[in-house]
């Protein structure tokens, strides 16, 4: 019988999703129960910032993120400053995300234009206080240049870089998001990352419903797995997955300026 959890803090999910649809309020309800304290819902849209904002209303132990991911640079509409302005302004909302580059795909929006939107956005929550949640997907030294020049506070999430990348992003101020990935049987450099990591630095995530760890690979991901990462990780750092957990959770609470709860 598997151990019992506590204090698994998952800092990046996209509940909103419609693979949770045939089951979301049964699965929320129930996440607590299995050790889960809490849960950033990170929007990717207007309409799946408002998702996220509309779940952490309904769930005590949510918060939300809000902003546009890379993926849909060519869909921003007219005033999107101002709409997510608005949306920044809600009481649930602890950070401006998903937020980033993303050069994987050729039928992503222009380098440029990727570029441009991930600044406003870094300034936008610089003009709020708050910190930024960001992808990175194959645009490292554009991603970096951008963390230089502009000084925001945040997470890079689902962290793919190399140990000397997590190093640089560390002496920025940022977090290092690890997620069910480290536990691949290819994950050569997150396993090296994740051995460099400093205590303080390090936070978990799922990025649900994708990236399920082993030895649910290719399954729906949820919060409740997170566990298999903090043992993964406790593995790879010889610790012990609870204090991995627990640490991860501070982490998270002083990354999204949330209490700190025992």
Request: glycine content about 0%.
């Given at each position: 019988m598997r151990a019992?959890?506590?204090n698994v803090f998952d800092s990046h999910a996209h509940?909103?999703?419609?693979?949770?649809?045939?089951?979301?309020?049964?699965?929320?309800?129930a996440l607590p129960e299995r050790g889960v304290c809490h849960v950033v819902d990170c929007g990717s849209d207007l309409p799946s910032s408002r998702k996220a904002i509309a779940l952490a209303e309904q769930y005590g132990y949510f918060s939300a993120a809000a902003g546009f991911h890379p993926e849909n640079a060519n869909d921003v509409p007219p005033g999107w400053e101002r709409d997510l302005e608005a949306l920044l302004s809600s009481p649930q909302v602890v950070a401006v995300g998903e937020i980033g580059l993303d050069y994987h795909f050729k039928e992503n929006a222009p380098r440029e234009v990727q570029r441009d939107l991930f600044k406003r956005q870094i300034l936008l929550a610089q003009k709020h206080g708050l910190p930024v949640?960001?992808?990175d997907r194959d645009a490292h030294g554009d991603t970096m240049e951008l963390l230089r020049h502009y000084h925001p506070a945040g997470v890079?999430?689902?962290f793919s870089g190399s140990v000397e990348m997590a190093a640089e992003a560390i002496r920025l101020g940022m977090y290092i998001g690890i997620g069910g990935s480290v536990t691949f049987k290819n994950a050569r450099?997150?396993?090296e990352v994740v051995k460099s990591l400093p205590r303080d630095r390090l936070v978990l995530e799922t990025d649900c419903p994708y990236l399920a760890p082993v030895p649910f690979r290719g399954k729906r991901n949820d919060s409740s797995l997170i566990p298999h990462?903090?043992?993964k990780i406790a593995e790879i750092r010889g610790e012990n997955p609870q204090e991995i957990l627990d640490y991860a959770k501070k982490n998270a609470e002083a990354l999204f300026h949330l209490p700190q709860n025992e």
């Open positions: 019992m959890w506590r509940y909103d999703e419609a693979a949770f649809d045939a089951d979301r309020n049964e699965l929320l309800a949640i960001i992808h890079i999430h689902c450099v997150p396993v990462v903090a043992e």
